[in-house]
């Protein structure tokens, strides 16, 4: 089955910096990569998605990239603030990583 | 309703006890996802519905979990002989997608702690 790992466990920045959290999975099938971002107590939700037909991806402050050949795919935060402090997680399919605690200090 | 409704928001149970959790997915969405989450890691995936048929049913850890979605809607995740290492916070998410390829909508999960 889908194994995902992802780099690094914690991240911290300082405000203004960017952030960069890098996932690796193993099945050469899967076709759809989010990501997700879930604040202390609360639930997941997805901040942005890829599909595999895709290299790259940008939503305003975040983009995605993503290597098929390499199966690496990452999320670039720019510009951080205290408010994107929380754990991000990719996923391939269904299938989660372990996730990465981005703390961003003011 | 509006999103994923889940039930109970909490539950403490002695081991051995049997236990259910409910799931009340978005109207309309098809596809139905259980995952557990232990503390410090990500949501590990259980079963995956698509109406109301089990599509995927690979994350059960072992025969104790079973999980039912009678009318493809609200689905049910059934824990018998329940064990210390089930202690976790167990996600139902929805999707409108058909197939593993879209954003899971998830609940605000339920707790169970086994003493």
């Known amino acids: 089955g889908e194994n995902v790992e992802q780099h690094p466990s914690t991240l911290s920045v300082q405000e203004g910096d960017s952030a960069v959290i890098k996932c690796t999975y193993s099945?050469?099938?899967?076709?759809?990569f989010p990501w997700y971002k879930q604040e202390l107590g609360k639930r997941p939700q997805l901040i942005i998605d890829?599909?595999?037909?895709?290299g790259e991806k940008k939503d305003q402050r975040i983009a995605v990239t993503l290597n098929k050949t390499a199966k690496h795919f990452s999320l670039h935060i720019t510009e951080t603030q205290p408010e994107d402090s929380a754990v991000y997680f990719c996923?391939?399919?269904?299938?989660f990583g372990p996730g990465t605690r981005l703390s961003v200090l003011p | 309703g509006a999103g994923v409704s889940q039930t109970p928001s909490n539950k403490v149970t002695e081991k051995g006890k049997y236990v259910e959790l409910r799931c009340d997915p978005i109207?309309?969405?098809?596809?139905l996802y259980w995952y557990r989450q232990s503390l410090g890691q990500g949501p590990e995936f259980l079963i995956y519905?698509?109406?109301?048929?089990?599509?995927?049913d690979s994350g059960l850890p072992n025969d104790r979990f079973f999980a039912v979605r009678p009318e493809g809607s609200v689905s049910t995740l059934k824990i018998q002989r329940t064990e210390r290492g089930d202690s976790a916070v167990y996600l139902c998410?929805?999707?409108?997608?058909?197939?593993?390829?879209?954003?899971?909508?998830f609940g605000e999960g339920s707790r169970l702690t086994v003493l």
């Open positions: 998410a929805s999707s409108l997608s058909r197939g593993a390829g879209g954003e899971l909508f």
């Open positions: 099945d050469s099938a899967s076709n759809y």
């Open positions: 890829i599909r595999s037909n895709v």
């Open positions: 996923a391939a399919s269904s299938v």
């Open positions: 109207s309309g969405h098809t596809a």
């Open positions: 519905f698509q109406g109301t048929g089990a599509a995927d």
